[in-house]
């Protein structure tokens, strides 16, 4: 990646920001575009002052006028966190479509190969399990996950159809449950609420019966498929899913976190949100077969790598640092 110019999408949130730091590192020429809904400028401050790093504050729902050549493009550019998306459903819908389309368009103008963060949430409430990239899914298109779910895949069609009729150099990531330092401490997702709640000790909100299962893949483990799946050769033709295989329920990852923290909050259940997929867990023999990438960090050590994180947030918290 040294030398090459890569604009990424949503470069202020939790994956974008880590994918940053990776391209950073590689020395490449980064511009980093984000409108800051649920990003932070915190992410990538340490970023600022380092040479070939560029960050452009903007919606991709508006087009993106970029001077100069790029050469890679990175769409990350949405809110990932249920609560999060659904707080305004069609600014998350118009995110997906309209930013993929605005980004497709400036990839083919720019000659550039641009790769789609697409998402698990593609297979809805899968009826299988695992789910593989040839599952079409099981989607309720007017539900509550519908903005995310339907917008995701209405972007993955459009990716599919700038290939076919533009020829434009395309990869599109399926990713699953991915966690990690800086996610928000009031993100809403599972992992991030469960740690905070137990080094607050206050209950862990276990939603439903807690025996739904998800499948977690740490960020460093994400990043390096990202990397890898942008650099495949052009026959890497469709979707590639990218995540974690272990399978846990709820429950168990809320007795993890229990565990890992030394926590002494309950559990307390809630709720079950509509539409929420009961099982959920990746096949990735072909990210193994054509990218040669698996998932390296198992989810007691991810945890061992993210809880500190947020303990020195909201120790600054509690300080007004
Ligand atoms: P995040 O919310 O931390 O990051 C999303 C970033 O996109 C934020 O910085 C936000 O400010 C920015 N953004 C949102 N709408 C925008 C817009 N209209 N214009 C410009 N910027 C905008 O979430 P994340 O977990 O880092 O997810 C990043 C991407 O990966 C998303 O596209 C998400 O759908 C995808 N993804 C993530 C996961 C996961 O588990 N983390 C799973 C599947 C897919
Ligand atoms: N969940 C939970 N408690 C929380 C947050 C989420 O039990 O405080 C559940 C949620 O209902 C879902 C799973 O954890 O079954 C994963 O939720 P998350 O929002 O992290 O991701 P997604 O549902 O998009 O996979």
């Not at 928000?184 to 299962?213: C, E, K």
Request: charged residues 25%.
């Amino acid at each position: 990646m040294s030398g090459k110019t890569v604009l990424v999408t949503g470069g202020a949130g939790f994956l974008g920001s880590h994918l940053c730091d990776r391209l950073v590192e590689g020395e490449a020429q980064v511009i980093c575009v984000d409108n800051l809904q649920t990003g932070r400028l915190d992410n990538i401050s340490h970023l600022m002052q380092r040479r070939g790093f560029r960050f452009i504050r903007h919606d991709v729902t508006d087009r993106l006028c970029i001077d100069g050549p790029i050469d890679e493009i990175y769409n990350l550019a949405c809110p990932a966190s249920p609560p999060q998306y659904e707080r305004d459903p069609i600014h998350t819908f118009r995110t997906s479509v309209l930013g993929a389309m605005n980004l497709l368009d400036l990839a083919e103008a720019k000659g550039a190969r641009i790769l789609q963060a697409s998402t698990s949430e593609v297979y809805g409430d899968p009826m299988l399990c695992p789910q593989s990239e040839t599952y079409w899914g099981n989607v309720n298109m007017i539900g509550p996950r519908a903005c995310y779910d339907e917008g995701k895949r209405g972007a993955e069609t459009l990716f599919h159809l700038y290939r076919e009729d533009r020829g434009v150099d395309i990869r599109v990531a399926r990713i699953f449950n991915t966690y990690g330092p800086r996610m928000r401490p009031d993100d809403g997702r599972v992992v991030s609420n469960f740690i905070v709640q137990a080094l607050a000790g206050t209950p862990l909100t276990v939603y439903g019966s807690g025996r739904q299962t998800r499948s977690f893949c740490y960020v460093d483990d994400l990043v390096g498929g990202l990397v890898r799946l942008m650099a495949s050769p052009a026959t890497v033709k469709g979707p590639v899913n990218l995540g974690n295989p272990g399978e846990f329920t709820v429950l168990a990852l809320a007795e993890l976190v229990l565990a890992k923290t030394g926590s002494r909050s309950k559990v307390a259940f809630r709720t079950l949100p509509g539409d929420d997929p009961r099982r959920r867990r990746p096949d990735i023999a072909l990210a193994e077969r054509v990218l040669g990438w698996g998932p390296t960090i198992p989810l007691e050590e991810g945890l061992d790598r993210t809880i500190p994180y947020f303990a020195e947030v909201m120790h600054q918290n509690v300080a007004g640092v």
